[in-house]
């Protein structure tokens, strides 16, 4: 199975505090370098132009040293503002294309990875959208930036995108299968963001990122079916994988039932790990100020809620969810919830997305493993 990809994103704003020292390269066949963000014209910009100089420099000497390749994200959640008024012409899509030539001959990097959140429908609240022609526009962009890096490098440079859990379908435009097989045609590999399924913004508790749902609900195996389904072949799909977890806070004890789906209070999310801040989109004002409630997998072994990977510490109750395949924490005293992923819920989704002829997983992110590496170990030994 070493043909099997392990795309690892790795957060630009890290700086320091996650070093390209502590990265597995012999593990992660490819680093998606996130984000080149768009929230102003046609192209991308860097947040810190100095230092991800340094970093992207160290990264792809890194990577390229031990066999694995360096992709430019672009976008994500707070940086997919400008993305649909910039397809939508050839004169800007090309603005777009030559700033990634440029910055693929700058940095001698692999290809580009468009995180478009979302083509067709509203992200963040302040992103433009066109639910007629995004996804299609998205092809011709995808298209010419085909034909553009293979005109300018001898070698194959490579072209990812951030899928989202349902495919495109045509109830969010006038995008159909077609099209979307067309986009698949024209990819190396389609990254499914097969997590935040379930969070503060639902009326109740439930997992992060399952294996499989009720009644029809959304999951990592849902989303890689919905994808096969519009056209897009297995061997250019990766499932993703989450090395974070969501808490919220339950309305009850959750231990007297034992079920994963329950009452939950509305509002902003609980305070997550100790990284958990305030934080305001400096670009979307329709984004408040809030507390995500994410907790890295590494800090809850770090910071008194997991004793080992699999098992809780008091007054922390673990339970797992067979359906969802995956683990839950409640705190009796606080009623906080935490969905989450461990070793065992990360080889269950591996093990699927092999069954399925995937092309490998994703993670999201890089920085949140333990220092012992448990989760990555999980996907390397089940990939």
Known sequence: MADKVVVGYLPNWLGERFPVSSIDFSS????????????SGNVPEWTDPAAIDTQLNQLVEGAHGANSKVLISIGGWSGSK?????????????????????????????????DWE????QGVGCNAVDDQS????????????????????????????????EAFKTDIGVASNDVTAAIGKVLDRVNIMSYDINGAWNNQTGPNSPLNAPDGGFSFNSAIDAWISAGVPANKLTGGLPFYGRSTVASEDMTKSGSIYQGQKSGDPPKGDSDDAEWQDPN???????????????????????????????PWVRTWDKVSSTPWLFNPSTKIFISYDDPLSIAAKVKSASSKGLGGVMV?????DSKEGDLLKAITQNN
């Open 364 to 368: 999201w992110s890089i920085d949140q």
């Open 28 to 39: 992660y066949t490819h680093i998606n370098y996130a984000f080149a963000i768009m929230v």
């Open 284 to 314: 979307c004002a329709k984004s408040p100020s809030s507390l995500s409630g994410l907790w890295k997998f590494g800090n809850l072994m770090s910071q008194g809620v997991l004793d080992t990977p699999t098992t809780a510490k008091a």
């Open 118 to 121: 979302y083509p067709g429908r």
């Open 82 to 114: 400008t993305f649909s008024g910039m397809a939508s012409s050839s004169s800007s899509r090309k603005e777009f294309i030559d700033w990634n030539v440029e910055q693929i001959t700058k940095y001698k990097t692999d290809g580009v990875d468009i």
């Open 134 to 165: 995004d996804v299609s526009n998205l092809l011709t962009l995808l298209q010419e930036l085909r034909s553009a890096m293979d005109s300018a490098f001898d070698t194959h440079k490579e072209i990812s995108i951030a899928g989202y859990a």
